[in-house]
């Protein structure tokens, strides 16, 4: 029934301006002007719908929730909080990560404002953000780029299945993840990390070799599938290098499980 409310909608647009057979010779100016008539009709159509809809009653709960968890930000942060980045952004990491709502910066850093550029995509890709990525990197002039996977990723599970029924938005970023088809586990979820490092080192070569930048590629684990412990980084390469008792030797990596010394570099440094 609303399919054929919203069609009839349509068709009385098309007769109001023209005949369904004029439209087609019609400029692509004028077709335009007809489309943004009909898009607006239903677009309002759409929005008294919803009103009647219990997904509007769910949607107005949680948005709610979230200007009441913004109102609780503004009255613990005061304005010496924001003064470091309230006038330009000096991140200290661009981060690649996934769109999966169970990765977040508050795993990487308690208070990422002002210091993480975040890039955020399905399967934590380079290919689909290099607009993004280039920008932390070239304009940003970010001296680390972290490329975080993660465990149970579902974009790594679609691309080593059958995705041929997906949209072609969602095909196109699919398309890019190069992993084995049936294998949707650990071993994918970390080749595709040293793919997009590999990539990453590919666009950004002479900032790593001038030491510039250093390319991190990390899981992740919210599950404790690598039996390090619940909502642990785990960093798997380093500028390329994946083996972990290389990657234990470098310089890069001495002291990181300790705690932070008292005298540290606060945040406000920036």
């Known amino acids: 029934m609303k399919r054929s409310i919203l069609w009839g909608l ?3 647009f098309l007769s109001a301006s023209t005949h369904a057979a004029e439209f087609l010779v019609m400029s692509d100016a004028e077709k335009e002007v007809i489309r943004a008539i ?3 009709t239903l677009r309002e159509y759409a929005a008294a719908l919803n009103d009647k809809q219990q997904a509007t009653s769910n949607s107005k709960e949680i948005l709610r929730e979230i200007v009441q968890s913004n109102r609780n930000f503004m009255q613990k942060n005061k304005p010496a909080y924001f003064a470091h980045f309230a006038d330009g952004q000096h991140p200290r990491a661009t981060v690649v990560t996934c769109s999966d709502s169970r990765v977040q910066s ?6 990422p404002d002002g210091d993480l550029f975040m890039v955020r995509n399905i399967g934590n890709q380079i290919s689909t953000a290099e607009g993004s990525v280039e920008y932390g990197v070239h304009h940003l002039h970010t001296p680390l780029l972290l490329i975080v996977g993660h465990v149970a990723c579902g974009a790594i599970a679609a691309a080593a299945g059958d995705y ?3 949209s ?6 699919l398309d890019t993840i190069q992993i084995p088809k049936g294998d949707a586990g650990l071993s994918s979820i970390r080749l595709n990390v040293n793919n997009q490092v590999r990539q990453a080192m590919n666009m950004f070569d002479q900032h790593i070799i001038s030491g510039q930048l250093t390319v991190i590629g990390a899981v992740y684990d919210f599950k404790n599938e690598l039996n390090q412990g619940l909502g642990k980084l785990n960093i798997i390469n380093v500028n390329g290098e994946t083996n972990a008792a290389k990657i234990a030797r470098l310089d890069l990596m001495r002291g990181l499980d300790a705690p932070l010394a008292k005298g540290g570099r606060a945040k406000s440094d920036h």
């Open 106 to 111: 508050h795993a990487l850093d308690a208070t």
């Open 168 to 173: 072609n938005s969602i095909k196109r970023e």
């Open 38 to 40: 009909v898009r607006e």
């Open 164 to 166: 041929s029924k997906e």
């Open 10 to 12: 349509f068709a009385f």
